[in-house]
């Protein structure tokens, strides 16, 4: 019996939805590679551990889903000489953008202070970098009035990390903290303050450094 007309069209639209469909899928599963064979593969196991940590004191705290490289930045450090997040590479960084300006964020620094007192060394740092531009001695000055002695200094006189790293995790005030591991890789964002050495931050930071809570 010959195929009718109607009956080819219909044939050959199911085999054009067919590989159409498996194109897709091919293309879904390269994606799937890339994502699992790409830069921060192995940071992605840790930032899902951390989902659903983010709770309590840390509850607006979102895991980066894929983690992806930290964006590049350099500023100052206590000295005023030029450093970058690539030279405090090899331990897990809590990045804070922070200003005097910014009540909320001088509201959460004791408790990064407390944090970094705390947790603080080889396998973490808490680095807190202040944005502001003008009156530059202002505030290393409310560092010391307000007894933050843990955190070192640094600054961004020239104004440049902050637009850099907003642009990266989409946050548009402060304060805006990211939690990078020790290769580099975001594994979470935080936008606004959080009460960063309660025992939800502490939880947190210890299960990315794959310590027991």
Known sequence: MTATPKILAAGGALAAVLVGGLALYGTRSNL???????????????????????RGDVAAFH????????????????????????????????????????????????ALDRLQAELGGDSFQVVAINVETRNLDKPPAWFKANG????????????????????????????????????????????GPAEWSSEDGKRLIRAALAKSS
């Open 63 to 110: 895991a980066s889903a894929p983690a992806k490289p930290a964006p590049a930045v350099a500023f100052k450090g206590p000295d005023g000489a030029p450093t970058d997040l690539a030279s405090l590479r090899g331990k897990l960084l809590l990045v804070n953008l922070w200003a005097t300006w910014c009540a909320p964020c001088k509201a959460e620094m004791p």
């Open 148 to 191: 933050i002695a843990q955190l070192t200094y640094y600054g961004d006189p020239e104004g440049k990390v902050l637009p850099v790293i907003q642009s990266a995790v989409g946050s548009t005030g402060l304060p805006t903290t990211m939690l990078i591991d020790a290769k580099g890789c975001t594994l979470g964002v935080m936008k």
């Open 32 to 54: 799937g590679n890339l994502a699992a064979s790409g830069p921060c593969a192995e940071a992605a196991p840790v930032a899902a551990r951390l989902a659903p940590l983010a």
